[in-house]
Nanobody, 129 residues
């Protein structure tokens, strides 16, 4: 059973940096190659797309609001996905989630929360001015 656990959140001042981690478990062999991984953040009662990449793809895609400041990466051996957040702004304050779109679930890794079927519990990021 696929599980995602986020970590690395915290409180920083504007202009600071954080690196979020998403540890993935319950996936064996090359099944990761079929997964799309995404990062989202809470916006009201919904989740706003931040970044995405296919597992092992190395071609991340970013929302305009974070482009040039955030970088998504992977450590495939550790089955971990990262989100490096630089030049943080107060408007980046949110709960951040990692997500996976699995073939078994019939989901694809788009730019909406409904495109993903497995979610972590979230990690709080607070940016003060």
């Amino acid at each position: 059973q696929v599980q995602l656990v986020e970590s690395g959140g915290g409180s920083v001042q504007a202009g600071g940096s954080l690196r979020l981690s998403c540890a993935v478990s319950g996936v064996s062999g090359n099944d990761f190659r079929k997964y799309w991984m995404g990062w989202f953040r809470q916006k009201g009662n919904a989740r706003e797309w931040v970044a995405r990449d296919i597992w092992g793809g190395g071609s991340p895609d970013y929302a305009d609001s974070v482009k040039g400041r955030f970088t998504m990466s992977q450590d495939n051996a550790k089955t971990t996905v990262y989100l490096q957040m630089n030049s943080l702004k107060p408007e980046d304050t949110s709960i951040y989630y990692c997500a996976a779109a699995t073939p078994a679930g019939g989901y694809y890794g788009g730019r909406q929360e409904g495109n993903y079927d497995v979610w972590g519990q979230g990690t709080q990021v607070t940016v003060s001015s």
